[in-house]
């Protein structure tokens, strides 16, 4: 069962437009709810909400994103047998919507009910789908907080990510020589032809420990023209050393220079790191009470590693962090569902979390 607070709240955020840079409807829902707890919330200049509750012990951080990928619309979903669906005209938006409302309804209830808990440092940030932009530059030094909880979407809900990828995007900008293909052919060069012919390392690699692809291609100027101009967009996901990392780019690199060089025309390649890897220890205090809360229950915890991105990658140099997953299923599109039971035992098993954790 579930909480009807719980699924209320979900449903007024999904029904809130938010995409990644505009979040400031999300935001002020976020501070409005806060508000009512009577707990001061502050922007940082990123554009984060910052809230904290005092408490006794070790300062934790609980997260979660208010941004979702396009279209990213408010809607009013559908609960069928107890999950939450899109009503088809949009992405549901629990990525990452049933993070919000987990750490809201925790916080709710450590309040209403006088739960014993920790300082709490409640950060909601901005652009996490477009490069955690918004975690990259929080510093936990002020709140003196050096562990805490991501609640994204990875898994099945409670499982805890052990391993991220390090995500490094990539741009391709390939140039040829234009003109009507009813003319003279001799002095063209397509630019798609460039991209046709290079043999770059590609798809799943090294027993999937390394995944490349290229997602958006665009360029050209009109049907009867020979494409002078493409860009490509891709990515480089790694569980692999630096130096493999490295050897991949390099390769990249060089087969798109040497062809549309060799073709007669030219190819510039730029990379960005987008998320560094990370491993997430099993003897880590955080995780270890987390693993005691579950066993008092008779479950188990798991890990699991993903390619899939989130604040953690920008949190871990300085914090331990980890990753909960939030049982989200077929995220960033239109068959977007959550099932709302698991979500409210996420919420019971921090609740038993920060009594521990407050103990200790």
Not at 259 to 273: K, M, P, Y
Not at 299 to 312: E, K, M, R
Request: charged share 20%.
């Amino acid at each position: 069962m579930y909480s009807q607070r719980l699924y209320g709240t979900l449903v007024e955020l999904v029904g809130i437009p938010s995409t990644s840079s505009h979040e400031e409807q999300i935001r002020h829902y976020l501070e409005h709810q806060l508000a009512a707890l009577g707990l001061t919330s502050t922007v940082d200049s990123a554009g984060n909400l910052l809230a904290t509750l005092p408490g006794d012990g070790k300062a934790l951080l609980l997260n979660a994103h208010m941004d979702r990928v396009p279209p990213g619309l408010g809607h009013t979903p559908v609960l069928r047998d107890g999950v939450l669906y899109s009503d088809g005209t949009t992405n549901l938006g629990a990525d990452d919507a049933a993070g919000l409302v987990i750490v809201l309804e925790i916080v709710k209830r450590v309040i209403e009910q006088r739960l014993p808990h920790p300082p709490l440092v409640l950060l909601f940030t901005v652009k996490e789908e477009v490069g955690m932009c918004g975690a990259v530059g929080f510093d936990g030094t002020p709140w003196h907080v050096t562990d805490g909880i991501v609640f994204d979407n990875a898994f099945e809900a409670g499982v805890v990510v052990s391993k991220g990828a390090t995500y490094e995007a990539f741009d391709v900008t390939i140039t040829g020589h234009t003109g009507h293909p009813g003319k003279d052919l001799s002095h063209t060069v397509s630019a798609l032809e460039i991209f046709r012919a290079t043999d770059y390392p590609r798809g799943s690699l090294a027993h999937d420990q390394t995944r490349i692809n290229i997602g958006r291609i665009s360029g050209g100027s009109a049907r009867n023209a020979i494409p002078d101009r493409i860009v490509l967009e891709g990515e480089l996901r790694s569980f692999e050393t630096d130096e493999m990392r490295q050897a991949y780019k390099q390769q990249i690199r060089e087969a798109f220079e040497q062809t549309a060089q060799r073709l007669g025309g030219h190819a510039e390649v730029h990379f960005s790191t987008h998320a560094k890897g990370y491993t997430i220890s099993e003897d880590e205090p955080l995780l270890q009470t987390y693993k005691d809360v579950l066993e008092r229950r008779g479950a188990q915890l798991q890990l699991q590693p993903t390619f899939i991105g989130s604040d953690t990658s920008s949190f871990r140099p300085t914090m331990r962090v980890f990753t909960l997953s939030t049982g989200v299923v077929n995220e960033h599109s239109f068959e977007e569902y959550v099932a709302l039971a698991p979500l409210e035992q996420v919420v019971q098993d921090m609740l038993q979390l920060l009594h521990i954790w407050n103990t200790r």
